[in-house]
Nanobody
Framework: QVQLVESGGGLVQAGGSLGLSCTTSGRTFSSYAMGWFRQAPGKEREVVAA????????YYADSVKGRFTISRDNAKNTVYLQMNNLKPEDTAVYYCAASDRGWMSHVLYRKDDYTNWGQGTQVTVSS
């Protein structure tokens, strides 16, 4: 099992930036593919970005390509999501997730592939 704790959410104006962090404890961090998901009120949880265990491969939802960057530091047991040029439609609760499925270079972008979730952090973008 792995425990995940997100931080870095908040309120920002449209066009601004925020950085999210997710620190894990428990099993070896490099054993997990990592993902960021978000859920807006009344909507289903959706993938934002994902990164493979070794950090070599990433995936981004079309809605965030070119604006968000996912990265991981296996030495610090932490995955990051840098969000630039934020839009009001990015407003949601953002969740960090971990999965021990797949190979070292696999990126997992389906919600059902993830079995470990953080508590979420609110990101609000005002227009």
């Amino acid at each position: 099992q792995v425990q995940l704790v997100e931080s870095g959410g908040g309120l920002v104006q449209a066009g601004g930036s925020l950085g999210l962090s997710c620190t894990t404890s428990g099993r070896t961090f490099s054993s997990y593919a990592m993902g960021w998901f978000r859920q807006a009120p009344g909507k289903e949880r959706e993938v934002v970005a994902a990164v493979s265990r070794n950090g070599d491969n990433t995936y981004y939802a079309d809605s965030v390509k070119g604006r968000f960057t996912i990265s991981r530091d296996n030495a610090k047991n932490t995955v990051y999501l840098q969000m630039n040029n934020l839009k009001p439609e990015d407003t949601a609760v953002y969740y960090c997730a971990a999965s021990d499925r797949g190979w070292m270079s696999h990126v997992l972008y389906r919600k059902d592939d993830y079995t470990n979730w953080g508590q979420g952090t609110q990101v609000t973008v005002s227009s």
